[in-house]
């Protein structure tokens, strides 16, 4: 992976950079053909616009017969000023029949030889680089000398062998489009390396999360400071996650002993007096078949109780429970939640305060869910105390709604706390002999927040626990 990844980039460069200069190369050579092609008015371009070679070609054309005499027309003159350029003309004899801003030191007359010397080298006398140009005249030939400043051009004399020009040229190209490739292959060797080094980095860490280890821990520098931070987040997140995964399989694990042997007590006793019901051993009097035939009932509905809270919490937990919301008095709820416990004969030496200063305070609820929330919660706060304990259950509405259950029991250790409201817990101070799925307060807490509200609680061992809901 590594490999193929520093491969892909250098290749990458690489191509870039071939592709560039065969660009450059075409774009110089199409240059040249430009300038070299290009024509334009004298007098609407400037010198370094239409090059020398075509400007003395063209100046031709400003070349007139005055009075049978050579001479140069107005646009002519303007273009030889503007330029600061002069020039010669010279008749079929090489002899002077016209000048213009001609300098001192030209000769009024030429040799072949010294007109070719004249364009060939730098015109020593008159310090300029020269040009020539020819224009035929009613019949007659007359050439021109164009001299420009040294300053403004100078000529090299350049000697090539045509035979071998092309394959120099294409040589040298190829040598350029080498080089610059090996240039090329060395730089994007070096930045591949520093560039891939942090995607391998990342992909390393990618595979070190998906063998199942979560203790990932990457520098958070450099230009992929974010996505290394994203990582380490994901690490840790998902380390969480695992611990939290292990930790519920656990309480999952104790839950189902729990619960088999919850079951599996009631279920010995139904087993056991159905047996005696349709046993033909005994003669059982119809008191009797009505006290087993209760117990048998009791037990059963101990039964269902157990698979109800665990379908409900399942349900909660996957938020796939369709709430039946409707607008509920909330006191009149509260206090029939209290008189049901306290009709339970078995809480019949229970103290349980109802408290409101309102008989009436509306609230948007699933009131059948409500109700087993507050029994759930009250419940606890008898199972889990000594007999005696005071409990008071209150309800009032400034912000919004507020229910209070309270108690002056053992209160809860700090430990437990933290986990009261987990699936599966069960306190270590229950007491009474209780009998339960130890989903009560998981379903309590996840039925307040089906309804977007919030519930505390605050304990301190030996005082007591206050639980808070807010809707």
């Not at 000023?81 to 016209?98: F, G, H, M, T």
């Amino acid at each position: 992976m590594k490999l193929k990844l520093i491969a892909r980039f250098m290749w990458t460069v690489v191509s870039v950079v071939i592709i560039v200069m065969i660009i450059n190369i075409i774009a110089v050579f199409s240059f040249i053909i430009y300038n070299n092609t290009t024509k334009s008015s004298l007098i609407e371009k400037k010198l370094e616009d239409v090059g020398i070679e075509n400007y003395t070609r063209d100046f031709s054309k400003y070349i007139i017969i005055s009075k049978e005499a050579v001479d140069i027309d107005k646009d002519g003159k303007s273009s030889l000023d503007n330029n600061n350029i002069w020039i010669q003309i010279l008749d079929e004899q090489s002899k002077e029949v016209y000048s213009y801003r001609k300098p001192k030191g030209a000769k009024e007359s030429y040799t072949p030889f010294e007109l070719i010397n004249q364009y060939k080298y730098v015109d020593v006398k008159t310090g300029a680089t020269t040009f020539i140009g020819e224009k035929q005249i009613k019949g007659r030939k007359y050439s021109y000398i164009i001299g420009l400043p040294l300053s403004k051009i100078q000529r090299e004399v350049i000697t090539i062998n045509y035979d071998n020009f092309i394959g120099i040229i294409g040589k040298f190209i190829y040598s350029i489009l080498i080089l610059d490739a090996f240039i090329a292959l060395f730089f994007a060797y070096f930045f591949s390396r520093k560039l891939t080094r942090p995607l391998n980095n990342i992909i390393n860490g990618v595979l070190v999360l998906s063998d199942g280890n979560y203790n990932l821990k990457l520098s958070e520098k450099g230009i992929y400071t974010v996505v290394y931070r994203n990582l380490n987040n994901l690490s840790s997140t998902l380390k969480s996650n695992e611990i939290e995964r292990k930790k519920l399989d656990k309480m999952r694990e104790e839950w189902i002993s729990n619960m088999s042997h919850d079951i599996k007590t009631p279920l010995v006793s139904i087993k056991g007096y159905a047996e005696l019901l349709s046993s033909d051993d005994y003669d059982l009097s119809k008191e009797e078949v009505k006290q087993y035939s209760k117990i048998i009932d009791s037990k059963a509905n101990y039964i269902k109780e157990l698979v109800d809270d665990l379908n409900l919490t399942t349900r909660l937990k996957n938020k796939v429970l369709k709430l039946n919301k409707k607008k509920v008095n909330m006191v009149s709820l509260v206090r029939n939640a209290v008189i049901d416990i306290l009709n339970d004969p078995s809480n019949a030496e229970v103290d349980i305060d109802f408290i409101c200063e309102h008989e009436e305070i509306e609230a948007f609820v699933d009131a059948s869910l409500i109700m087993r929330t507050m029994k759930n919660l009250i419940y606890n706060a008898i199972v889990h105390n000594e007999e005696g304990v005071n409990i008071k259950v209150s309800v009032e509405k400034k912000d919004n709604l507020k229910i209070i259950i309270s108690d002056n029991g053992k209160g809860i250790r700090p430990e437990e706390l933290n986990h009261i409201f987990e699936r599966y817990y069960r306190g270590t101070n229950t007491g009474k002999g209780h009998e339960g799925s130890g989903l009560g307060m998981a379903i309590a807490n996840d039925i307040v927040k089906a309804h977007d509200g919030e519930i505390k609680i605050l304990s301190e061992l030996g005082r007591g626990t206050e639980i808070e809901i807010y809707l």
